[in-house]
């Protein structure tokens, strides 16, 4: 697992959480982790974790964040067609690669 995981899945992106407790929510994808295959979703996944008092963080306790969800778990939504979809890449003329829907063609990447 030393190799970069090649994702078509990129930070600000729209995704349905397909399978476990948070299924059928949407949320923007916060963080990705290549070489794990995972990813963290706003407001999704949420978990609890006990911290004790440091320097940064004076106070210690339960704190509530987000948690890692498997790639294979996300689909990315269409901002056109508003249905979840595979990602086909696409090279334009300029030899640039680009994200599309596999659904209606609409390019994902907002670049």
Not at 3 to 24: P, S
Not at 40 to 54: G, Q, S
Not at 63 to 87: A, L, P, Q, Y
């Amino acid at each position: 697992m030393n190799q970069l995981a090649n994702l078509k899945i990129k930070k600000n992106d729209i995704v349905k959480v397909m399978t476990g407790k948070e299924k059928g929510k949407k949320g923007k994808i916060l963080m990705v982790f290549p070489m794990e295959k995972k990813v963290i979703v706003e407001r999704l996944n949420i978990v609890k974790r006990h911290t004790r008092p440091t320097q940064q963080m004076r106070q210690g306790g339960i704190i509530e964040k987000e948690g890692k969800i498997h790639i294979s778990n996300v689909m990315i939504v269409c901002n056109k067609c508003d249905k979840t979809t595979r990602v086909s890449i696409k090279i334009l003329e300029n030899g640039k690669k680009i994200r599309t829907c596999k659904h209606c063609g609409e390019m994902l990447d907002r670049d």
